[in-house]
């Protein structure tokens, strides 16, 4: 059957942003091609200025494969904009042989393995992981030792799916690969199998000169489910090499071993920078409360990163003597970022306060981010940030807040932002609300030339009552 992709033409005052969220919301979409009049359209969208809406021309054009387009696609081989030429000498592949494929039968598996084709042993590997066929663990072992190095992931890979107690071979790829997705995929292997001696095994690659090979090795072990091996973890946390110990907490926080609190206080102020925001999350994490004091120091930092795991931490932690510093982070525009400000938000919401109601809707409603030169005017803070607010509203529940956010709102907020808006309404008034589209594209449908303005431009705050 021949095929057509919907064409979305954009209006003369269309952006080419608005153009891109439409193909984002709505997706590419395959219809048939039902008449000549819509063959036609699709011929004359490669005469539009618009070098975007040529190209989507010369793709459905591709698609459809009339001989009788030919000529007409290669003429495109010459537009001005590099792009359209590039679609346009976009020709199916006259390559008729049939793909290599993965086999199915154990033996040709194995045999597979021995072939000197790279691409036919991994095809094999990955036919083995499939089948669970462990007893072929033995065979990829020497394939480790290739030079191809997407066939040694592919092998490590599935030498993890397969489980079988090959703890000791992984780790010594883990400890010699020079390359970071062997690594990975052999660390990820050392947990699937998950036994004493893939443990013990990454306990002592923790030790390794490389640093690469520390931090896999601390980053599998974070998700040992053994809240134990966090003591082995503890003296990473001081690790010179900033990516070590930036894992190694994350890797502590995980566990989740209430001795590691010490360790985690220890190592906030002396740990490199790169790994304290690691380091304040992990606290909020064990949960250590001791360490309430030490992250609202943290709230002052000049990293935004560190200063928003340590807002989200305090939240977590449920001590009320940390809800004025995290309200004067709501007001402090210059010193904090929006990441910040939302973690802050939560955070507030989770303590229980409903004493920031005010600023919280400000914060929704007002353009309240000071201009960054050579920006004049304040903006509005971005959409998790105000949609965190909106979290923060429906927890204090008053219907009348709602009402009053909606009447606040003089511009248009994204469609995200009043998909989260809808929802506090159907919430607090018990109705059920929807965000309208807000797509300023012209939709040319199969059956007609007319198209039609679809959707509909809706009027601020563009959030109505659902069906």
């Not at 995929?185 to 030790?207: G, P, Q, W, Y």
């Not at 340590?310 to 510093?325: N, Y």
């Not at 309200?327 to 910040?340: D, N, R, S, W």
């Not at 507030?348 to 914060?363: A, C, E, H, N, Y």
Request: hydrophobic share 45%.
């Amino acid at each position: 059957m021949k095929h057509v992709i919907i064409i979305l033409l954009s209006l003369a005052n269309a952006t080419f942003a608005q153009v891109i969220e439409t193909n984002l919301e709505t997706g590419v979409i395959l219809m048939p091609v039902k008449d000549a009049a819509t063959h036609d359209m699709l011929r004359a969208s490669l005469r539009e200025k618009d070098p975007l809406i040529r190209i989507q021309g010369l793709v459905a054009l591709q698609t459809i494969c009339d001989p009788a387009d030919v000529e007409l696609i290669r003429k495109l081989a010459n537009d001005p904009v590099a792009t359209v030429r590039e679609q346009a000498l976009n020709k199916p592949s006259a390559i008729t042989a049939k793909a290599i494929e993965e086999p199915t039968n154990p033996d040709q598996i194995r045999y597979d393995l021995t072939n000197k084709s790279p691409l036919k042993q991994q095809l094999a590997a990955d036919a083995a992981a499939k089948l669970k066929l462990t007893g072929l663990a033995d065979d990829l072992i020497p394939l480790l030792d290739s030079t191809d190095s997407v066939l040694r992931r592919h092998v490590c890979e599935a030498l993890g799916a397969l489980r079988v107690e090959m703890s000791v071979a992984l780790a010594r790829q883990l400890g010699r690969d020079d390359d970071p997705f062997v690594r990975r995929a052999a660390a990820d292997a050392l947990l699937s199998i998950h036994s004493d001696t893939a443990r013990d095994a990454l306990v002592e690659l923790l030790k390794h000169p490389s640093a690469p090979v520390r931090t896999e090795s601390a980053r599998a072990l974070g998700g040992w489910k053994q809240p134990a091996v966090a003591i082995a973890l503890h003296p990473l946390l001081l690790d010179v090499n900033p990516l070590v110990a930036r894992a190694t907490a994350d890797a502590v926080g995980k566990l989740g071993n209430p001795d590691s609190r010490q360790p985690m206080l220890d190592a906030v102020s002396k740990c490199p920078p790169f790994a304290q925001a690691r380091v304040a999350w992990a606290l909020g994490e064990l949960p250590a409360t001791a360490a309430v004091p030490v992250l609202i120091g943290l709230l002052g930092t000049s990293n935004e990163e560190t200063q928003s795991n340590a807002a989200e931490a305090l939240g977590k932690l449920g001590d009320k003597q940390a809800i004025a510093p995290l309200q004067k982070v709501l007001f402090e525009m210059k010193a904090h970022g929006p990441t910040t400000r939302q973690r802050a938000i939560e955070s507030l919401r989770l303590l229980g306060d409903r004493d920031s109601t005010k600023r919280v809707m400000q914060i929704i409603t007002e353009k309240v981010v000071p201009p960054s030169p050579p920006a004049t005017e304040p903006m509005y803070d971005m959409d998790d940030t105000r949609a965190e607010g909106v979290r923060y509203l429906k927890f204090i529940g008053d219907v009348t807040l709602a009402d009053q956010m909606i009447k606040k709102l003089i511009d248009m907020p994204s469609y995200q932002l009043r998909k989260v808006m809808a929802g506090l309404l159907s919430q607090l008034k018990g109705t059920p609300y929807m965000a309208e589209f807000s797509i300023d594209t012209r939709h040319y449908l199969i059956e007609s030339l007319g198209g039609e303005f679809s959707p509909k431009q809706p009027t601020t705050p563009g959030i109505v009552i659902g069906p």
